[in-house]
């Protein structure tokens, strides 16, 4: 293999092995089983209180939710607890919470960490995921705490009733319990499906000392303040939203992958992923730990904008940071496009690479629009795109990642082709220019996503820079597209492949065109050449770079 063909192939090697670590470190972790230590969390031993309370469709006030709250009371009984049930003022609200409390060796009168998932399940199905497993964590993470020393905070366990329907049980404690004003954290577990990893996905304002503790809590983080304004713009909501309400500080975790279940009679113990139960689980175990041995009087600081990375390390830094650093990315830019003037590039080529990031996301729809002509001839699905309600089929996965793998590979294509004999280093800075509108626009109405447009872009911008410097197509140069590269590739990545398993179809387009704007960030991987290296040459006779 000559040189050329090295500086051509091996930063796309390393940028595929950075992307496929990335996806791979999201995976849950692996189940332990009924053989796991005590003081461990095993989704073998869950699993059997999960089997127990999804037998079968139990919404509120009916016959089946009598049985899961006699289980749960029973199951709280052999951890040699108190359990009790808490019957709402109003006769109005059926609820019914199932509560029991572990008393810490602190001093009495101190704050206590509320451990709450709802136990009633939507009627169409036995809920499975959403949501026996949240109650299953908590009861199998409460056995393994107690194997091990005593905690210093209490501990109150929370079974609420009626969050399918109004969220009554929930509201009933924060309105009518005396437990609610002891509360110092609220952790809350529930899913939207039946596997993929256990994500942090919710907080209450103000949480800047419950993210550094969360980071410090568990081994497998798996969180970004991006998903609480995704979470914000869908229509669902759980019983954090009630907590938040009542100011109480908490976090919230959940699973999203497997969505195809939610809320339907495909719901069933059989379907739920051991690992996904174990990382949830895990979670839950380690934060309990982890917070029952803090002092909880004082959960609020100011608000972080913060994502983890790898599944191994949580970056945060306060929000009051989001927008200068967004306007100091556009001044880069502003730096970079003027440096690139000097040195002979054209503002024309600047906006022409801007202008063929909109035909390829133009592109893009139309390869939607092709793919779901072709699905509707051969009937795979009826679902439409982004129409409500959303139709999540297990096709969604393949169907996505051979949509978003055409829009990446046409969108080379038309910066390859269209570019002509442009610079290519103007183009990918026009490519650019989208991120970093991006990451502005973000930092004013959605700081806590601007993050994910701003750190591509500024080492984006700095690599382009240092690659046009090294001559492009050098190794070196190369190396330095990398390096510029390696934010979009570990940040998107594999928030791509989250949101296939959890948004599907129904929001095929955000996805697509968020394949084309990655595309745009590696451009300068696949860089053609400056004009001048080439000038007088036929185009054939360029390095072949794939
Ligand atoms: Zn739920």
Not at 90 to 103: G, K, T
Request: glycine share 8%.
């Amino acid at each position: 293999m000559n040189h050329q063909r090295i500086a051509n192939w091996a930063p796309i090697g390393a940028a595929v092995l950075v992307g496929w670590i990335g996806i791979e470190a999201q995976k849950p972790p692996r189940a332990l089983g009924l053989d796991a230590p005590a003081t461990a969390f095993s989704a073998g031993r869950a699993q059997k209180h999960l089997a127990r309370i999804a037998q079968a469709p139990h919404p509120m006030g009916s016959a089946e939710a009598e049985k899961v709250r006699a289980y749960l009371v029973t199951q709280l009984k052999e951890l040699g607890l108190e359990p009790s049930i808490q019957t709402p003022y109003s006769s109005e609200n059926p609820a019914r919470n199932v509560l029991a409390r572990i008393r810490g060796t602190g001093p009495p009168g101190r704050k206590a960490l509320l451990l709450s998932a709802h136990y009633d399940s939507v009627a169409a199905g036995p809920g499975a995921g959403d949501n026996a497993s949240g109650v299953a964590v908590i009861l199998e993470a409460v056995r393994a705490l107690l194997a091990g020393p005593p905690p210093v905070r209490d501990v109150i366990v929370l079974f609420d009733d009626g969050e399918e329907i109004d969220f009554g049980g929930s509201i009933a404690f924060t309105r009518e319990h005396a437990w609610n004003n002891d509360v110092g954290v609220v952790l809350n577990f529930d899913a939207r499906g039946n596997s993929g990893p256990s994500v942090m996905f919710e907080t209450s304002d103000d949480n800047g000392w419950l993210i550094t503790q969360y980071a410090q809590a568990v081994s497998h983080p798996l969180a970004t303040s991006l998903s609480m304004d995704v979470y914000k713009a869908m229509p669902n909501d759980t019983d954090l939203t009630v907590y938040k309400q009542a100011n109480l500080a908490g976090l919230n975790f959940a699973f999203g992958a497997g969505v195809a279940a939610y809320h339907s009679p495909h719901d069933i113990p059989a379907a739920m992923d051991p690992d996904t139960l174990q990382h949830q689980g895990q979670n839950a175990l380690q934060c309990l730990r982890w917070f029952t041995a803090l002092d909880l009087e004082k959960p609020h600081a100011p608000g972080v904008t913060y994502f983890s990375l790898f599944s191994r390390f949580v970056v945060a830094y306060p929000m009051t940071f989001v927008l200068p650093l967004a306007l100091a990315t556009a001044a880069l830019y502003g730096l970079v496009a003027a440096w690139l003037v000097v040195r002979g590039s054209t503002l024309r080529e600047i906006l022409a690479g801007a202008g063929l990031l909109f035909l390829a996301q133009l592109a893009a729809l139309a390869i939607l629009t092709s793919a779901y002509m072709i699905m509707q001839g051969i009937n795979i699905t009826r679902s439409s795109f982004n129409q409500e309600p959303f139709h999540f089929s297990h096709h969604d996965l393949l169907i996505l990642s051979v949509a978003s793998t055409l829009a990446g590979l046409a969108t080379i294509s038309i910066y390859r082709r269209l570019g002509g004999m442009s610079d290519w280093t103007a183009l990918c800075a026009g490519a650019w220019l989208w991120w970093v509108v991006l990451g502005c626009i973000l930092a004013a109405i959605a700081p806590g996503s601007s993050y994910f447009f701003v750190w591509p872009s500024v080492f984006g911008l700095c690599g382009l820079a240092a690659s046009r410097k090294l001559g492009e197509t050098s190794l070196r140069a190369r190396g330095a597209a990398f390096l510029g590269s390696l934010p979009a590739l570990i940040l998107v990545l594999p928030l791509l492949r989250t949101m296939f398993d959890s948004l599907g179809l129904g929001m095929a387009a955000p996805i697509v065109g968020l394949a084309v704007l990655f595309t745009a960030a590696i451009l300068p991987l696949v860089s053609k050449g400056r004009v001048s290296q080439i000038a007088g040459l036929p185009a054939s006779t360029l390095t072949a770079a794939p």
